[in-house]
């Protein structure tokens, strides 16, 4: 069985009934993937990622991304904790995300912008703590200052979702109790640093996501003159994960399988809840 830890079924790309969202996920149950995470990525979708994990029988996690916080305002920040205090006994609430830095988009790295986004990332890393929950951390070009943040306010662990920085960085995540996030970027056979991350570091550190829709495997990848000229972009569901998987264990030398057995137990160590969730 696999775990997609990470997976945005809410989605424009969906549809806005979400019907294209649960015929995917019913495709990717047939194929083995026994849970989702769904994260959430600003105020307005809180209670969305909630009740379409309960439709799915996933998981969710609650947070306001990095690339949302410019249109965010503060009281969004009290939104969350009292959604947090909500629902903190539902057992498909597994962790605090998706939540971090983005320092890749040209308008989020302004001083001001910077500032604000460390300033969310700091509170939400409370909120975290707060509630005794893990996180899932979106880190694009911002690995060193998360990492910074993060044993200022440690949270005990969780996920560095697509993660692509350094060993050292890498490594520098794992002593914090976290696992990184690996999904259709290691597919691409020019991606060699992320296919070496993804062979040499020790199985304890993995964990699969699709980020569906986004980031997909190249099998659906579509380059943007192929776009132009008519070729539409495959849509990355859930369904994709056992096949990225098979990539990655092929990297390893290993089977599908014990890839499959190996990161959905490193997906239930650093998102505990998920445990109870997981069908027989």
């Not at 830095?101 to 910077?114: I, Q, S």
């Not at 794992?174 to 259709?184: A, E, I, P, R």
């Not at 970027?185 to 569906?212: G, M, N």
Request: proline share 7%; with cysteine.
């Amino acid at each position: 069985m696999w775990i997609d830890t990470h997976a945005h079924l809410d989605a424009p790309e969906f549809g806005v009934d979400h019907a294209l969202a649960l015929s995917a996920r019913a495709l990717a149950r047939e194929r083995g993937v026994g849970l989702c995470v769904i994260p959430a990525v600003m105020r307005q979708n809180l209670d969305t990622v909630r009740l379409l994990a309960h439709r799915t029988g996933d998981a969710y996690a609650l947070g306001i991304h990095p690339l949302y916080v410019p249109q965010a305002r503060d009281e969004d920040l009290d939104a969350l904790d009292a959604a947090l205090t909500a629902h903190h006994g539902d057992p498909r609430l597994v962790a605090v995300g998706e939540i971090g830095l983005d320092f890749f988009v040209p308008a989020l790295c302004t001083p001001a912008m910077r500032e604000r986004q460390e300033r969310f990332y700091r509170a939400q890393l409370r909120l975290a703590r707060q509630h005794g929950l893990p996180v899932i951390l979106h880190v694009r070009k911002s690995a060193d200052t998360l990492l910074r943040h993060l044993r200022e306010l440690p949270t005990g662990g969780g996920i560095a979702h697509a993660f692509n920085g350094s060993a050292q960085q890498a490594q520098a995540f794992l002593d914090l109790g976290f696992s990184l996030g690996f999904g259709g970027a290691v597919t691409f056979e020019a991606a060699l640093k992320l296919r070496q991350l993804a062979t040499a570091l020790p199985l304890p550190a993995l964990v699969l996501e699709t980020d569906a829709p986004d980031i997909p495997p190249h099998w659906l990848y579509a380059t943007a003159a192929e776009r132009a000229a008519g070729q539409p972009q495959g849509l990355n569901t859930p369904a994709e994960l056992p096949r990225i998987g098979a990539v990655i264990a092929g990297l390893r030398g290993m089977t599908a399988e014990a890839l499959a057995t190996a990161t959905t137990a490193n997906a239930q160590r650093v998102l505990p809840r998920l445990a109870a969730l997981l069908p027989a």
